[in-house]
Structure formats: structure tokens, C-alpha cells
């Protein structure tokens, strides 16, 4: 069993930054953010690859938002810039034991229990 543990949520104002972190306490081969809007299904946010460090974005964070992996570490970071009210969710971080790029969250076998992120217009 993986847990994973979110960290760096909060309230910002619309056009600021902030990044998320998820540490794992074990290595997986993939890891992604989704997020959950409030009365709205969980969506894909991105994605990475830890062996080649190729990612994936939904299309409505690209440019703005950026993942990364610190393998040393087992953390996966999510920055996030230039945030807009519509990024307001609560954003869960997963992780999965195979190789893939995957945008659907039972495409994932481990989750974490989600950090909020508030952006006011």
C-alpha cells in the first residue's frame, strides 16, 4: 500500500501561484493531480511519467500549471500560476504502479485525501 500525503493548498487571489506537494511513501511509476469542483465529477489535471519524466495536461491548465517529480524525494510537485477563480477545487494527488500516461482517475491505484485550493476573484 502507497500513502500519499498533499501539502501546499490555500487561498490566493486570482492571477497568483501556488504549488502543490505529494509525498509518497513508495516509488510508483506514475503519478497525477486531479481536482474536484464543488457539485462537479473529479477531473484530470496532469500527469508524469517517473521513469521518462514525460508529462500530460488537460487542457485547461496548460501553460499555467506545471508537474514535476523529485524521485529522491518521492514527491511530485503541481505549480500552478496565473490561478483563476475556476481552478477553485479540492485537489487530490494518485499514483499508479504500470507505465502510462493516464487521464482517467480509475486508472489510478493509490489517492491521497485531497488539499483545498481557493481562488477569489
Known amino acids: 500500500q502507497v500513502q500519499l500525503v498533499e501539502s501546499g493548498g490555500g487561498l490566493v487571489q486570482a492571477g497568483g501561484s501556488l504549488r502543490l506537494s505529494c509525498a509518497a511513501s513508495?516509488?510508483?511509476?506514475?503519478m497525477g493531480w486531479f481536482r474536484q469542483a464543488p457539485g462537479k465529477e473529479r477531473e484530470f489535471v496532469a500527469t508524469i511519467s517517473r521513469i521518462s519524466g514525460s508529462t500530460n495536461y488537460a487542457d485547461s491548465v496548460k501553460g499555467r500549471f506545471t508537474i514535476s517529480i523529485d524521485n529522491a524525494k518521492n514527491t511530485v510537485y503541481l505549480q500552478m500560476n496565473s490561478l483563476k477563480p475556476e481552478d477553485t477545487a479540492l485537489y487530490y494527488c494518485?499514483?499508479?504502479?504500470?507505465?502510462?500516461?493516464?487521464?482517467?482517475?480509475?486508472?489510478?491505484?493509490?489517492w491521497g485525501q485531497g488539499t483545498q485550493v481557493t481562488v477569489s476573484s
Open positions: 513508495a516509488r510508483t511509476l506514475s
Open positions: 494518485a499514483a499508479r504502479g504500470r507505465v502510462g500516461l493516464v487521464v482517467v482517475d480509475t486508472g489510478y491505484d493509490y
